[in-house]
């Protein structure tokens, strides 16, 4: 039995094969997967949000899972991600903190194979077809600076009232055409998470 | 011949399971495939706009069979369909006509009984402006349990020497379709109404 009930499931992916004129080969590609499910606590306060981190568990691995599969590469490929929660005008900011931040994480680094850097994460309260810009860092070293991003992503119908719509972005690549310096991938260590 | 200018695709598909109702046996599918090309005739006018409908054909296939893959269902399964195009704002709205055939055909070539007219819609807009992009049976046009559109758009496009060309397929019913009227089962005349 599903700890979340989910309305519908979204999942997008863009590719960019040029910017300001100059190829992008191979293409940058980034993917989104959004779930729309009932906030089990809008419209009331309710002191303890368990039940919300164990749907958070629930959907950091699915649409982790989800995400990777429509780019279509091994785990290990992917380079950047992150996570993003909409809540809906019945319910409240920390709905989307308890979804986000407990138990999210783990199964979602797992369905990259593995993660040690920070998952970069937005919240936000607003209305169906309100944009939520997920951010997007580097999934072993924080600080590399070509992978700083963010992917829109925007569900005509979703929020409802009652709703939370929940997003996560993965990429196999950084931004297009990259050039701001700072850390480089290859110069990754991958230990602490930073650098 | 002006070569196809790609600068991004974007593919998504979305499955439904409930809309307040119940959940269905099988979750219905939209999908959408998107294209931001550039406009070779921005910012002037150009009277003769017909050969850039032949220079369209290979993206439109690319695109139909990306969204037969993305939707990850065999392609007989895929019941509704739509296409549109937004111009970006040094361009002109008859530009976006020149989707009409390529982006038509070419999922009527890979959609079996695909008889009815691809339903389209196209505008002007600038970087964001969301397209409702309307879809009914790919048999009948009058199936009134596949009368839907899909909504899309991305944040960064058209710029305005660009055009956003869409195409979107559908598999099964609104989830919770009850409005009557033409059924899947009444299908007979095929003459891609009724």
């Known amino acids: ?195 | 011949m002006p070569e196809i200018r790609l600068r991004k695709l974007v593919t998504g598909v979305e499955d439904i399971y409930h809309e307040g109702g119940p959940v269905a046996a099988i979750p219905r599918k939209r999908g959408w495939c998107l294209a931001v090309i550039t406009n070779p005739f921005a910012g002037r006018y150009v009277a003769d706009l017909q050969p850039f409908m032949d220079d369209l054909k290979p993206l439109g296939v690319d695109m139909a069979k990306r969204l037969i893959a993305a939707l990850g269902v065999p392609a007989d399964e895929i019941d509704g369909y739509g296409k549109g195009a937004i111009v970006g704002g040094a361009g002109e709205l008859e530009h976006g006509a020149l989707w009409h055939a390529p982006g038509g055909y070419a999922m009527r070539e890979h959609l079996a009984s695909s008889l009815a007219i691809v339903p389209s819609t196209k505008k002007v807009g600038g970087p964001g402006t969301r397209l409702d992009v309307p879809v009914t049976h790919k048999t009948a046009s009058y199936v009134r349990s596949h009368f839907d559109a899909v909504e899309v758009g991305i944040d960064d496009s058209p710029r305005a020497d660009e055009m956003l060309v869409a195409l979107v397929m559908t598999v099964g019913p609104r989830v919770h379709n009850r409005a009557g009227g033409l059924a899947v089962t009444d299908i007979k005349i095929r003459d891609g109404q009724k």
Do not use: C, W
């Open chain 1, 1 to 195: 039995m599903s700890k979340a009930n989910i309305r519908k499931i979204i999942v997008v992916v863009d590719e960019i094969h040029r910017e300001q004129g100059q190829p992008v080969s191979p293409p940058t590609r980034r993917a989104a997967a959004i779930a729309v499910i009932a906030n089990p606590f809008a419209g009331q306060f309710v002191k303890n949000l368990d039940q919300l981190a164990d749907i958070g568990e629930e959907l950091g691995g699915l649409l982790g899972a989800r995400a990777v599969a429509a780019l279509g590469v091994a785990a290990s490929q992917i380079e950047s991600y992150g996570k993003a929660a909409l809540v809906g005008e019945n319910g409240e900011l920390e709905h989307a903190a308890a979804i986000l931040h407990p138990k999210f994480g783990k199964p979602l680094r797992a369905a990259v194979e593995k993660g040690a850097a920070l998952v970069s994460s937005a919240k936000k309260r607003g209305g169906m077809g309100t944009p939520l810009d997920i951010p997007l860092g580097h999934k072993h070293a924080a600080f590399v600076r070509s992978h700083f991003d963010a992917m829109e992503v925007r569900v005509n119908d979703a929020p409802r009232a009652d709703e939370i719509l929940v997003a996560v972005a993965v990429t196999d690549s950084g931004r297009p055409l990259p050039r701001v310096g700072g850390l480089q991938k290859h110069e990754i260590k991958g230990e602490d998470g930073l650098r």
